[in-house]
Every structure is written in structure tokens, then in C-alpha cells.
């Protein structure tokens, strides 16, 4: 058979032209096909990043404190996700200040990120919730590591507490918070007041601080002198004013000196209590020494019907003069004792066990 007959019939049957037709049309539909059947490409991802941040989450009780731990995550959305990543705890009255680095993930824009449709600034309040507890906090730093820049504060503090809770202060104490050590009590020196009842107390110790805005602070306090920390042991709650920063020392150098003081109108059975020998110890260190005691009537001064002037005996109370080795500091602006300026004519008080002395100083010796 052939091909193509006279008519132009292909095989006979069919137009020559009526196929090229089908096939045209044939080849449009297996394109158009190919074309709706082809994947749609999927949809440009944004880019992700991250940024560090300092939350501060304000004071919490110790049921939250003990569950925010390194780790915790929270989803703020789609694209952002927020991780602790440092924790860092410090005492509030009776609560704990909670700080927290955290890095929060989203969208980059520019050179920072979207977290929550908005970018980490500066005051901005985030929230935090688990599946077991939720806080919020404000953002107190932007940028730099995920851990916080801690280290270890020697500070000089000092209080003046109950008689009872200054017995308890001991070398070596542990404040601890959510099972963490946030500072530990150095050294401890423990001082008489004019007030039987009460007790200065003055110690060394090493705080877990952290660095904000190139600033050493625990919790919300600066550490500098001036300020005020609390740190709530077990059996007491030590207030301390820092004195110093940098070491557990107090300021000066330790010298003895010998120290005239005198006490007037004191009870003629008060006044023999007090002899030669009789010391003040704070810990292990001898801080005054009784090395003479001098006793005498003090003086009655009246006037006479006459206009005369009469100076008599005194029939039970005394005029005291101590001489006392005492153990001071020479610092810049002079000697203290027991932390207090002594100079002539101030006051010193000394525990000597049985009976407390606070008399006026006449002589310091050189």
C-alpha cells in the first residue's frame, strides 16, 4: 500500500493535512499537561539567627527559683523560639533576684533578628512558660557570649545584728539559693556594742557577681562601697553595708597601741569588776587587754548657803582610769578600733566577758 494515495490520503484513509492537524493539537495538550502536572517551586525560606540576651525576671519564691534551670525553652511563634542558657541567682529581701541569659531565635532582619514580630531591645518585657512555671522578665543587655561574665567579689561588709544571730555568723557560712552557692563568709569578726543586746559585726566574704554595662553587680546591686546585700544563712539574715571591694580585709594595717580611757560615776561594785588581765577577743585575735586599773571617789561639787563652793567624795561612785593594750588599724585618715575612728575624747565599748566597759579616750599611745 502506498504511502500517500493520488487523492492525498495518508495510508488511504486519512488527510495528510487532517493528521499534521492531530498531531499539532496532540503535542499543545502534552505540553499544556506537562505544565499544570509540574511541581509549583516551593516558597524561599527566611533566614534564621540568633541573639544573646541578660533577662532580668525580678524577684521570685523559691518554687519558681529551683525550676528555671539552663535548657528551658519556650516557642514564641512559628520562627521564634527562646533557651536559657545561663542562670544566675542572688538574695531580695526574703526572694531571689533572678537574672538569665537566654538566646533568642528568628527572622534575621538588618543586623538583628524578629523575635515575636518585634526586635530584642533594651527594656522590651519577654515571657517565659514551660510546662512548668511561667515568668516574664525585661531585657537588661543585648548581644555578646550566651553565659553570663561572673566572678567571684571579695567584699568587706559589715552589720549590726541581735546578740543571738551574731553568734551564729561562723567562717565559712554557705548562702545558697535554688542549690546554688551565690556567696560564702570568709572570715568573721564579731564586736561589743554600748547596747548589750546588740552586736557589730563585721566579715569577709566572696560573691557570685555578674558584669552588666562593665559594672559588677549582685542582683540588682552594685557592688561598691555604700551599698547594701543581704545574705540570708540558715539562722540569720546578714544585712551588710560594703565597706570595701576586692578584699576581705578591713582597711589598714593592725598595730597595738596602748589607750588611757576613763570612766566617770561608775558604782563602786562596778568599778572593782574590772581588773588587770581582763581581755575582748574577737575569734581568735586578742582585741583589747586591761593592763591597769585606777580607782577613785568622784567629786560632789555644792554650794554653800554662803555662796561657797564644796567639793566632796562622792560616797559610792567612782572615777575610773583603764589603761588597755588595744589592737587598731592605721589607715589613711588615722586609727580606728573595732572599725570606728578612736582619737582623743571619743568612745570605745569593750566586751570583757563578764561585764561590758564603754569609756571616753584621754590618751592614745604612740
Known amino acids: 500500500m502506498e504511502l500517500l494515495d493520488d487523492d492525498g490520503n495518508l495510508f488511504g484513509v486519512v488527510n495528510v493535512v487532517d ?4 498531531l499539532f493539537v496532540l503535542a499543545v495538550v502534552a505540553a499544556g499537561a506537562a505544565f499544570v502536572l509540574q511541581p509549583e517551586p516551593e516558597p524561599e525560606q527566611p533566614d534564621i ?12 519564691p523559691d518554687y519558681l527559683v529551683s525550676a528555671i534551670n539552663e535548657g528551658d525553652t519556650y516557642s514564641a511563634g512559628e520562627k521564634s523560639e527562646l533557651t536559657i542558657t545561663d542562670v544566675h541567682l542572688t538574695p531580695q529581701g526574703d526572694q531571689a533576684r533572678v537574672i538569665v541569659r537566654a538566646e533568642l531565635r528568628g527572622v534575621v532582619s538588618g543586623d538583628s533578628i524578629e523575635y515575636a514580630n518585634a526586635p530584642p531591645r533594651l527594656g522590651r518585657a519577654l515571657d517565659i512558660a514551660t510546662s512548668t512555671y511561667q515568668v516574664n522578665g525585661r531585657i537588661r543587655a543585648v548581644g555578646g557570649d550566651d553565659t553570663l561574665t561572673t566572678e567571684e567579689t571579695n567584699v568587706v561588709i559589715s552589720d549590726t545584728m541581735s546578740a543571738a544571730d551574731a553568734e ?20 568573721v569578726a564579731v564586736y561589743a556594742t554600748n547596747d548589750p543586746n546588740q552586736r557589730r559585726v563585721v566579715a569577709g566574704a566572696t560573691l557570685e557577681t555578674y558584669t552588666q554595662s562593665g559594672e559588677r553587680r549582685f542582683g540588682n546591686t552594685p557592688v561598691r562601697p555604700g551599698q547594701t546585700v543581704t545574705l540570708p544563712a540558715d539562722t540569720y539574715t546578714f544585712n551588710g553595708q560594703i565597706e570595701r571591694v576586692g578584699t576581705l580585709e578591713p582597711r589598714g594595717s593592725t598595730t ?10 561608775v558604782r563602786e561594785d562596778f568599778a572593782d569588776a574590772i581588773q588587770p588581765g581582763m581581755t575582748e577577743r574577737a575569734g581568735d585575735t586578742t582585741t583589747a587587754r586591761i593592763t591597769d586599773v585606777e580607782t577613785e571617789p568622784s567629786v560632789i561639787i555644792t554650794t554653800g548657803d554662803n555662796g561657797s563652793v564644796n567639793v566632796v567624795d562622792h560616797p559610792y561612785n567612782r572615777k575610773v582610769t583603764i589603761t588597755a593594750d588595744l589592737t587598731l588599724r592605721e589607715t589613711t585618715t588615722g586609727l580606728t578600733f573595732k572599725g570606728e575612728p578612736i582619737r582623743q575624747g571619743s568612745t570605745v565599748v569593750i566586751d570583757l566577758g563578764t561585764i561590758t566597759v564603754e569609756a571616753t579616750v584621754v590618751g592614745v599611745g604612740g
Not at 49 to 60: C, E, H, R, S, W
Not at 259 to 264: E, G, K
Open 256 to 265: 597595738e597601741r596602748t589607750v588611757t580611757l576613763q570612766m566617770y560615776d
Open 19 to 22: 493528521a499534521l492537524v492531530v
Open 49 to 60: 539567627g540568633t541573639k544573646n540576651v541578660t533577662l532580668d525576671l525580678g524577684t521570685q
Open 168 to 187: 551564729e555568723v561562723t567562717e565559712g557560712d554557705e548562702i545558697r539559693l535554688g542549690e546554688r552557692t551565690v556567696a560564702t563568709v570568709e572570715n
